[in-house]
């Protein structure tokens, strides 16, 4: 039998920790291993229990989610936690600092238990958890901050199909509208996708509209 998955919990609210903890621990998949009441102790406990995700909220004292999750996930941390923002802030400046830092995924928590749980299982299998919907209003928000590097229209290893679908990507569709707009089945996209971020050295499709961005591909 495959071991639960490991998952910390950090908020600064113990009603809504203690929540969280019940929802995941009634899972037989998930494991709640440690609480934790603000940034410094998310960084602590995840250093010591070593969990398969941590839950982090945003606003926290001592030391907030943003920069929680830049000691645990960001560039050139030797070896990453995965990260999943819950928050009550919506889109604004902490959806795109908490991506750059280096989270796998962002819900705001009103979002039902049942997609806390598959948010959970999805950064934990080192997907990306951001509703096509935030990707387009994030990118629109953002896409200034990202601007094209000098020279970076450069050559991009991919061949046309695979461009495309980047660009695609970029603009915030889900596989499924990729799948509709190029006419081809919704595992041929899964895979395109998956050679894109291997070919690119990207670890999730949030980093691939960042590179889309940075590259020039799109405007």
Avoid: W
């Avoid at 030797?78 to 923002?85: E, I, M, N, S, Y």
């Avoid at 960042?210 to 591909?217: E, F, I």
């Amino acid at each position: 039998m495959t071991a639960p998955l490991r998952v910390l919990v950090c908020d600064d609210q113990a009603l809504i920790r203690t929540g969280f903890a019940t929802i995941i621990d009634a899972q037989s998949d998930l494991e709640v291993v440690g609480e934790g009441g603000d940034g410094r102790a998310a960084v602590d406990l995840a250093a010591r229990l070593r969990p398969d995700v941590v839950v982090m909220d945003v606003r926290m004292p001592v030391l907030d989610g943003i920069q929680a999750t830049r000691l645990l996930a960001g560039a050139g941390v030797a070896d990453p936690v995965k990260v999943l923002v819950v928050t009550t802030f919506n889109l604004d400046e902490y959806v795109y600092e908490a991506l750059r830092a280096g989270a796998g995924g962002f819900l705001l928590k009103d979002a039902p238990p049942a997609q806390l749980l598959h948010g959970i299982r999805t950064v934990a299998a080192g997907a990306a958890l951001l509703d096509p919907e935030v990707t387009r209003q994030l990118v629109g928000r953002y896409a200034t901050r990202i601007r094209p590097a000098e020279g970076a229209r450069g050559d991009v290893p991919l061949a046309p199909r695979e461009l495309e679908v980047l660009r695609l990507i970029a603009d915030g569709l889900s596989n499924s509208e990729i799948a509709a707009a190029l006419v081809l089945s919704h595992e041929t996209v899964k895979t395109y996708v998956s050679r894109i971020l291997t070919k690119l050295d990207l670890r999730d499709r949030v980093q691939a509209v960042v590179y889309a961005y940075r590259r020039g591909l799109v405007d």
